[in-house]
């Protein structure tokens, strides 16, 4: 175990967080915000940490295998929710170290999920406002791949560590050196980002409020800074909104494929075509389901613009929202509360920015199905599964299912933690409502999405302090894909061998 290389690294992530936070303090400080100062501490002991890991620890080797690489993004991202909620307790925003964490974890995870109640986002200063939703655009694309693209030396090895924390069920390189694979990914991503932000200005929105929804689409987070989250807004800034919130649920290769005019390449994948079937039958559906069923779809147009936001903020785990404040999600009707929520479970494409489980691992999951059908019915049937025209491995398939199985594990422990909050007992109508609740916020916290029903709908302030660290946890472990969390906090991991 290169332990040297591990803490070295996420010397390298203190300063770079550190660097990105003086952003938003030139924000504050140019709007003569008082909050200036707490970005000014936190700078100051992300320096400290970040230093002190460079200077004392330096690595003897630069060679580090697939579990140092595990070690780091865990180590990364526990260190940056960590240090990132500072400004917020510090300026007194968010008083409760907790609620903070949770916040901050929740962004850079692009979760979404929110402690903060309508009045309080509305009254926030923009200083925070931009840090919080940052934290977004800086988690999705992965906060180890940002700093890979920035920092010089990055080892030959790096794959490793882009692997941990890309998500979906595999990770190649789109050239030969990882480093410049996350160069790649980061101008293809920074160009989608600038496009969206001219676009929403040209619609109408102001700039600020255009930067920070860029920030949150791009990372199909879904942090908004009104109470109605895109509600306000005019019906154009919706619908780019929605375009570019199904576009970031694309894997990025396909991109960097079309960049490179190989254009049958890109668009034979199997998986955009599943992805792209799913988009259209849910939005046909879900129109049809509510055109003219609630006050603010009483025309065609309306049932489908809504509709499309809905479809595309599930299914790609943004989680923005076109709903009126005067409303809420527990108003939709209940099929299409049942396919949104179905949605919550299947996310975006494998090499996007968006969660759950991946189009690519869904779709694997149906293989692993039918190929084991077809051996029951014929034991000696030794038909090879194919996707995306390559023959799939048993071990391939063998992993899908293995995560499929922790991944329903997790989501049934953190459902039961929630089941014991208080709250659940006090803010529920009914049984019923209290497991609907629960449910959908444990769902939505793994799969990284933020909305719930229930009482959660409305936020996750409700919760007992214990259930927000436990649904701090979900997020994170659900963006880094279970795994890498894990065999960080396992003992084994750290023995030397």
């Known amino acids: 175990m290169n332990y040297r290389m591990i803490f070295h690294t996420t010397g390298k992530v203190a300063l770079v967080l550190a660097a990105l936070l003086v952003i938003p303090m030139i924000l504050s400080a140019c709007l003569l915000e008082a909050c200036w100062w707490a970005f000014a501490i936190t700078i100051g002991i992300s320096l400290v940490v970040g230093l ?18 595990l070690i780091i993004v865990s180590l990364a991202w526990i260190y940056v929710s960590l240090i ?26 692009t979760t979404g999920a929110t402690i903060l109640q309508g009045e309080q ?19 999705g694309m992965g906060v180890i ?22 998500p979906g069920p595999t990770v190649d390189k789109i050239v030969p050196k990882a480093r410049t694979t996350a160069k790649i990914l980061y101008l293809i991503y920074i160009g989608f980002t600038v496009i ?17 929804h860029a920030f949150g689409t791009a990372g199909t987070g879904g942090f908004g800074i009104r109470a109605d989250s895109i509600a306000s807004y ?10 570019f919130m199904l576009l970031f649920g694309v894997n990025f290769n396909l991109y960097y494929l079309m960049i ?10 199997r998986e955009l075509w599943i992805y792209c079937g799913i988009i259209v039958v849910s939005i046909t559906a879900i129109s049809i389901n509510i055109t003219k069923q609630l006050s603010y779809t009483q025309t065609v147009g309306d049932g489908i613009r809504h509709a499309a936001f809905q479809v595309a903020a599930f299914l790609t785990t943004t989680g923005y929202s076109t709903i009126p404040a005067s409303s809420s999600v527990n108003a939709l009707p209940i099929f299409t509360k049942g396919l949104l929520f179905l949605l919550m479970f299947i996310g975006g494409s494998a090499g996007s920015t968006a969660g759950g489980l991946k189009v690519s691992r869904v779709a694997l999951l149906g293989c692993a199905i039918r190929k084991e059908l077809k051996r029951v019915l014929n034991p000696r049937n030794t038909n090879a599964v194919k996707f995306e025209g390559k023959v799939v491995s048993d071990e391939v398939l063998h992993g899908v299912t293995s995560y499929f199985a922790l991944y329903m594990i997790i989501i049934a422990v953190t459902f039961i933690v929630l089941c014991f909050d208080p709250v659940t007992k006090l803010s529920a109508d009914s049984v019923m409502s209290a497991v609907e609740t629960n449910i959908t916020a444990a769902v939505s916290c793994v799969n990284n999405i933020g909305p719930a029903y229930g009482f959660a709908a409305s936020g996750y302030y409700m919760y007992n302090w214990l259930s927000k660290l436990v649904l701090t946890i979900a997020m994170i472990l659900g963006r880094l894909e279970i795994y890498p969390l894990l065999l960080a906090c396992s003992p084994l991991t750290w023995i030397k061998r």
């Open 52 to 69: 002190v890991l460079l200077l004392c620890l330096k690595p003897k080797s630069n060679v580090f295998f697939s579990r140092e690489g």
């Open 84 to 109: 990132g909620a500072l400004p917020f307790v510090i300026s007194g925003a968010i008083p409760s170290y907790i609620d903070a964490l949770f916040e901050t974890a929740s962004g850079f995870s």
């Open 121 to 139: 986002i509305e009254t926030m200063a923009k200083g925070l406002l931009f840090w919080r939703s940052f934290t977004h655009w800086i988690g």
């Open 145 to 166: 791949v940002f700093v890979m693209a920035l920092v010089s030396g990055a080892s030959d090895r790096s794959m490793h560590i882009l692997r941990a924390e890309m």
């Open 196 to 212: 969206e932000i001219i676009a929403l200005i040209i619609a109408g929105m102001p700039i600020f409020d255009a930067v920070v």
């Open 234 to 243: 005019s019906p154009a800034c919706q619908w780019i909104i929605t375009v």
């Open 260 to 269: 490179m005019r190989k254009f049958r390449s890109a668009f034979s994948s």
